[in-house]
Nanobody
């Protein structure tokens, strides 16, 4: 049974930084390109960016230059380094494979507020 667990969220002031982690059970990281998603209150879940098996990354425009995705396949971990955070980054952040075909985890709340 694949399980995704996101962690590292919290309350941060505008301009601050956070590092999110995604842990996966089931030895799946060697199989998929992985991605981060987020869902703000009242909005649908949206794509943030992804990292391929080889470490190539791509990001949605609102987070380009501020967010960095990385992965460690030996540890079945993926990370989202967020810097220069803005209030509009406030959301629950989730990880999944690029196809969104794995069971969703609980997500981790990121709140950007002064």
């Amino acid at each position: 049974q694949v399980q995704l667990v996101e962690s590292g969220g919290g309350l941060v002031q505008p301009g601050g930084s956070l590092r999110l982690s995604c842990a996966a059970s089931g030895n799946i990281f060697s199989l998929y390109a992985m991605a981060w998603f987020r869902q703000a209150p009242g909005n649908e879940r949206e794509f943030v960016g992804f990292v391929t098996l080889g470490g190539v990354t791509n990001y949605e425009e609102p987070v380009k230059g501020r967010f960095t995705i990385s992965r460690d396949n030996t540890k079945d971990m993926m990370y989202l380094q967020m810097s220069n955070l803005k209030p509009e980054d406030t959301a629950i952040y989730y990880c999944n494979n690029l196809a969104r075909s794995l069971p969703w985890g609980q997500g981790t709340q990121v709140t950007v507020s002064a």
